[in-house]
C-alpha cells in the first residue's frame, strides 16, 4: 500500500515533542509524504491539526506517539476503518507501542519501502442492552471487564457461551479479553497469556468466591452473553478497554463476540512475540 498521508496522535502530557514533529513534517515531506496531526500533536508543534475521528478518516497509516493507554484510544477513533497504527512508546511499559522514539525514524524508512510486517488484531464487539434496548456499544481491543465499584458487594453474573450455560460468577466480576488484552488486566487476574494471532476469547473472573472458577479460553467464533443477577446493593460497571463504558443494573445483559473490524498494526518484520514478552513483561525471568 502506497503511503501518501500520516496522521501523528501524541499523548497529551508530551507537548515538550513539539521540535520532533516539526522535524518530522519536514522529513516526510521530502519525501512526497504528508503530516496531518491531531489536536495534542498540533498543540506541541504550533501546526495545523484536526479531531481525531476525522485525522482517521484521511490517513493511509497512523503513529501514535504515548503509551499503551494513547494506543487504546485512538483505535477506539480509527473505529472500523483500515488504517494500520504503528505505536511509538513514551510511557513506562509499552506492550502495544513497541517502538521505542529513537527507532522512530529508521522505522519509517522500513515503512516507506514497504519492510513492515503487519499483524492483525482481534477485536470485540460489546453491546449492553437493559429491558430489550442498547444503553451502549463500544469496540474492545484489549477487554470488556463488568465490575464491582470498590465499596460494592460480591456480584454475581450468570454467563453463557452460544446459548449454552457457562456458569454463574460469584466475586468482584469478570473480563473478557481479546489475544492482545490477555497481557493486561486479564493476566493480572491469573488469566493465561495468548500470542496475538490466535483466535481466541478469554474469560477470566475477578476474585471468584470459588476456587473451582478459573479462566477459560473459547473459540473466536464464541458469542458471550453474561446477564447481571445480583449485585446485592452495590454498583455494576461495564468498563471497555479502561476508558469508556456505562453503569449496569440489575437485569441488564453484556454481549461480547469477535468484531468483523479487527485492528492492523505495524511491527517491525524481525520483531517476534516471545522477544516482545521477554523484553516488555519480563517473561521468563527467574
Known amino acids: 500500500m502506497a503511503i501518501r498521508k500520516i496522521g501523528i496522535s501524541l499523548k497529551s502530557d508530551q507537548l515538550r515533542l513539539g521540535a520532533l514533529l516539526r522535524e518530522l513534517a519536514k522529513w516526510l515531506q521530502e519525501r512526497g509524504v504528508e503530516l496531518l496531526l491531531g489536536p495534542e500533536a498540533s498543540k506541541a508543534s504550533g501546526l495545523p491539526g484536526m479531531p481525531r475521528s476525522e485525522l482517521a478518516g484521511q490517513v493511509d497509516l497512523m503513529i501514535v506517539l504515548g503509551g499503551d493507554g494513547t494506543l487504546l484510544a485512538v483505535a477506539?477513533?480509527?473505529?472500523?476503518r483500515a488504517v494500520p497504527i504503528l505505536g511509538v512508546n513514551l510511557g513506562t511499559l509499552g506492550y502495544l507501542a513497541e517502538i521505542s522514539l529513537d527507532e522512530l525514524f529508521p522505522t519509517l524508512e522500513q515503512v516507506l519501502t514497504g519492510h513492515l510486517?503487519?499483524?492483525?488484531?482481534?477485536?470485540?464487539d460489546v453491546h449492553a442492552e437493559r429491558d430489550g434496548r442498547e444503553i451502549g456499544h463500544y469496540l474492545a481491543l484489549n477487554d470488556?471487564?463488568?465490575?464491582?465499584?470498590?465499596?460494592?458487594r460480591m456480584i454475581d453474573l450468570q454467563t453463557w457461551a452460544d446459548d449454552v450455560e457457562v456458569t454463574t460468577y460469584h466475586g468482584d466480576g469478570v473480563i473478557a479479553a481479546t489475544p492482545t488484552g490477555s497481557s493486561a488486566y486479564s493476566?493480572?487476574?491469573g488469566g493465561?497469556?495468548?500470542l496475538p494471532g490466535i483466535g481466541a476469547i478469554v474469560l477470566t473472573p475477578i476474585c471468584p468466591h470459588a476456587l473451582t472458577q478459573r479462566p477459560i479460553v473459547l473459540p473466536k467464533a464464541c458469542r458471550l452473553a453474561i446477564n447481571v443477577l445480583d449485585?446485592?446493593?452495590?454498583?455494576?460497571?461495564l468498563t471497555v478497554d479502561g476508558q469508556v463504558g456505562c453503569e449496569l443494573q440489575e437485569g441488564d445483559r453484556v454481549t461480547v463476540c469477535a468484531s468483523k473490524r479487527p485492528l492492523q498494526m505495524l511491527v517491525p518484520a524481525d520483531r517476534n512475540r516471545f522477544e516482545v514478552m521477554r523484553n516488555k513483561l519480563r517473561w521468563g525471568t527467574r
Do not use: K, W, Y
Not at 510486517?117 to 470485540?124: A, G, H, P, V, Y
Not at 470488556?144 to 460494592?152: D, F, G, N, P
Not at 449485585?231 to 460497571?237: T, W
Open 76 to 80: 477506539r477513533a480509527i473505529g472500523g
Open 117 to 124: 510486517r503487519t499483524e492483525t488484531r482481534m477485536r470485540l
Open 144 to 152: 470488556a471487564v463488568i465490575a464491582r465499584t470498590a465499596l460494592s
Open 187 to 189: 493476566l493480572s487476574a
Open 192 to 194: 493465561p497469556l495468548l
Open 231 to 237: 449485585m446485592r446493593g452495590g454498583e455494576v460497571h
